[in-house]
């Protein structure tokens, strides 16, 4: 028997990529190619971590130089928690004139799938120092309402 080593398949070349078995270097090579196809097509993606804290549903959001009446949040008619907000020039630059230019503006959105059992009257929401933080408290009942941002 004699084995025939010729045109291999490229997409067996993945295997042989020592990341393939460490699961978050691949996560961080996929999360910086996401942020360059940001940078490329001009996206506002802020960075959000969301964490389970026992009792609730953490979320913190980044929106630096983003005004609080441009910041929003709910919860939809399935349960998730929507972010959104608004981020623009404060002033208008010429294409041609700027040297660097690495801030982003425009419109975010962001849907994060909570539990299903959430109390969402007990919602607290605080923007300080351009960061969103909110709180989703867990509970045995479903329920919806809008979130206050103080």
């Known amino acids: 028997m004699s084995l025939v080593f010729g045109n291999r398949d490229p997409i067996f070349d993945v295997f042989s990529d020592p990341a393939f078995f460490q699961p978050w270097s691949v996560m961080e090579r996929m999360e910086r190619l ?23 549903i953490k979320v913190h959001v980044d929106l630096p130089g983003v005004p609080k009446e441009n910041v929003k949040a709910d919860i939809d008619k399935n349960g998730n928690l929507v972010v959104e907000a608004e981020s623009s020039m404060d002033r208008e630059y ?6 660097v230019r690495e801030r982003r503006y425009g419109k975010f959105q962001r849907v994060i799938g ?37």
Do not use: C, H, Y
């Open 34 to 56: 996401n942020r360059a196809a940001d940078r490329e097509l001009g996206m506002f993606r802020p960075q959000v971590d969301v964490w389970d804290a026992g009792d609730s």
């Open 94 to 99: 010429d294409q041609f004139s700027a040297r």
């Open 114 to 150: 909570l539990p299903a059992l959430i109390d969402a009257a007990k919602i607290t929401a605080k923007f300080e120092n351009g960061v969103l933080d909110i709180n989703v408290p867990k509970t045995t009942e479903a329920a919806k309402a809008k979130i206050q941002i103080a």
